[in-house]
Nanobody, 115 residues
Framework: QVQLVESGGGLVQAGGSRRLSCKSSVSLFSLSAMNWYRQAPGKQRELVARVTTGGTTDYADSVKGRFTISRENVKNSVDHQMNSLKPEDTADYSC?????????WGQGTQVTVPS
């Protein structure tokens, strides 16, 4: 099993920044990728960013150039730096991994950007 714990959410003014972190109970090298998702009220969950074991990153079009995902291998965590935040970035952010063929999710952390 894998436990994932997110942290870093909170209230951020538009244009501001926030750094989220997702800590894994297993080594990142045991995981093919770490993914950050978000779900806003009334909307479907969407993949925001992902980073593979090899360090390849991928982002949703809506966050490209503003969000950066990075691996902290020693800490078994993945950080998610979010800059130039907009009200439409308001959502519950959670990380997901696949380990031995099963999906594991963290509990999520709320980011709110008031309009």
């Amino acid at each position: 099993q894998v436990q994932l714990v997110e942290s870093g959410g909170g209230l951020v003014q538009a244009g501001g920044s926030r750094r989220l972190s997702c800590k894994s109970s297993v080594s990142l090298f045991s995981l093919s990728a770490m993914n950050w998702y978000r779900q806003a009220p009334g909307k479907q969950r969407e993949l925001v960013a992902r980073v593979t074991t090899g360090g390849t990153t991928d982002y949703a079009d809506s966050v490209k150039g503003r969000f950066t995902i990075s691996r902290e291998n020693v800490k078994n965590s993945v950080d998610h730096q979010m800059n130039s935040l907009k009200p439409e970035d308001t959502a519950d952010y959670s990380c997901k991994v696949i380990f031995v063929g099963k999906n594991y999710w963290g509990q999520g952390t709320q980011v709110t950007v008031p309009s």
